[in-house]
């Protein structure tokens, strides 16, 4: 048994088990603090229209930055092979 109190499959982290990665650590500290900034007595309906906004543009910035990387890589790659 590991320290945590369970046992993972060799090979397995903790941060492999969904919802504990460091991103996912991230976006949940990033809603708790956008939650604590909305002012007393907001609906819930903007609350819920505000993070799903949010969560939208961390998608679409999410996507950007992969797609960067990757036309990065293939760049890089074309380069090194002398092409």
Do not use: C
Not at 32 to 56: C, L, R, T, V
Not at 63 to 76: E, K, P, S
């Amino acid at each position: 048994m590991s320290t945590f109190g369970w046992d993972l499959p060799p090979g397995v982290r903790v941060s492999d088990i969904p919802g504990n990665r460091p991103e996912d650590q991230a976006a949940e500290a990033f809603y708790e603090n956008m939650y604590a900034q909305f002012p007393e007595g907001m609906g819930e309906h903007w609350k819920s229209a505000i993070a799903g906004w949010a969560w939208e543009q961390m998608g679409k910035a999410y996507d950007a930055g992969y797609h960067q990387g990757r036309m990065d890589g293939d760049q890089a790659a074309i380069f090194n092979a002398g092409g």
